[in-house]
């Protein structure tokens, strides 16, 4: 895994493990990163982080309405 260094406020340094969390959280959401990756990166296990997603106000199951619509197209045919 890749090191970088961020420049952040003072405050969010204070919690830095919510502050990896909610990144972590926030690149799971966004597609970026699976959850296994998210999970490592916030140094938790899967299990735990699934649990903790709604924390951060990201869904586990991260499924966009194209992607519905799209699996609703196929079943149709």
Known sequence: ???ITLEVP???????SDTVRFLAAK??????????????MASL???TFADI???YGV???????EDVMADVARISK
């Open 27 to 40: 690149l799971y959401e966004s597609g970026k990163l699976s959850l296994g990756q998210a999970a490592d």
């Open 59 to 65: 869904n586990y199951i991260n499924y966009s309405f």
């Open 45 to 47: 296990t899967k299990q």
């Open 10 to 16: 003072d405050f969010l340094e204070e919690n830095h």
């Open 53 to 55: 997603l709604a924390d």
């Open 1 to 3: 895994m890749t090191t």
